[in-house]
């Protein structure tokens, strides 16, 4: 069974601060990676989807990246904001349904 | 519609009593997907429908969990003689690929308490 790793499972950074969120998953054999946003209380945002022969997506100051090879996925976030605070989770696409990680949860202090 | 609706917003049951919960994807949209997701943790796998077809049911907890679809767009989640363990939110989701391997779009979930 596919399973989905997010490190780190909590982050708290000043505005402004660069980074990096980690995704993992054990099975190489993917359709495609999606990373999420979920506010309190929220259903799920779609951020990014990168299909399985891509290696990165691009939207405004996010660019996360897939190697299907080592099983890994990263999303960075550059000049965080308050308003990016929010749990973001990665998924994997394989067999008929999307596995979630348990996702990171990001303050970003004013 | 917009975007995938999903309803009631929250749901508080006693033990025991009886739920369904409506999803309504978008217009047209042709595969449908249940999650649940507990309090801290990922969505993970229900069931997934393609049209009015339940193709896979592997991830329904118990037979308490019941899914359907009968036209090919609405889409009720029954949960009979609700548990202390079934607290969580449950999410829909749909795609107008009749393939998996595309993104979908969310519903805002249903929160479900049992008391």
């Known amino acids: 069974k596919q399973e989905v790793t997010q490190i780190p499972a909590a982050l708290s950074v000043p505005e402004g601060e660069n980074l990096v969120l980690n995704c993992s998953f054990t099975?190489?054999?993917?359709?495609?990676l999606q990373w999420f946003r979920q506010d309190p209380g929220k259903g799920l945002t779609s951020l990014l989807l990168?299909?399985?022969?891509?290696r990165e997506q691009t939207s405004g100051r996010l660019n996360a990246s897939l190697d299907k090879s080592s099983g890994r996925s990263t999303l960075y976030i550059a000049a965080s904001q308050p308003g990016d605070s929010a749990t973001y989770l990665c998924?994997?696409?394989?067999?008929?349904?999307?596995?979630f990680g348990t996702g990171t949860s990001l303050t970003v202090i004013p | 519609g917009a975007g995938v609706s999903q309803s009631p917003r929250y749901k508080v049951a006693k033990r025991g009593q009886d739920v369904a919960l409506r999803c309504d994807p978008i217009?047209?949209?042709?595969?449908l997907f249940w999650y649940q997701q507990a309090l801290g943790q990922g969505p993970e796998f229900l069931t997934y429908?393609?049209?009015?077809?339940?193709?896979?049911k592997s991830g329904l907890p118990s037979d308490r969990f019941f899914a359907e679809r009968p036209e090919g767009s609405v889409s009720t989640l029954k949960i009979q003689r609700t548990q202390q363990e079934d607290s969580a939110v449950y999410l829909c989701?749909?795609?107008?690929?009749?393939?998996?391997?595309?993104?979908?779009?969310f519903g805002s979930g249903t929160r479900l308490t049992v008391v």
């Open positions: 989701a749909s795609t107008a690929s009749s393939t998996v391997n595309y993104g979908y779009t």
């Open positions: 099975d190489s054999a993917i359709y495609n």
């Open positions: 990168i299909q399985s022969s891509q």
């Open positions: 998924a994997v696409i394989s067999g008929n349904q999307f596995y």
């Open positions: 217009s047209g949209h042709v595969s």
């Open positions: 429908f393609q049209n009015e077809a339940q193709l896979d």
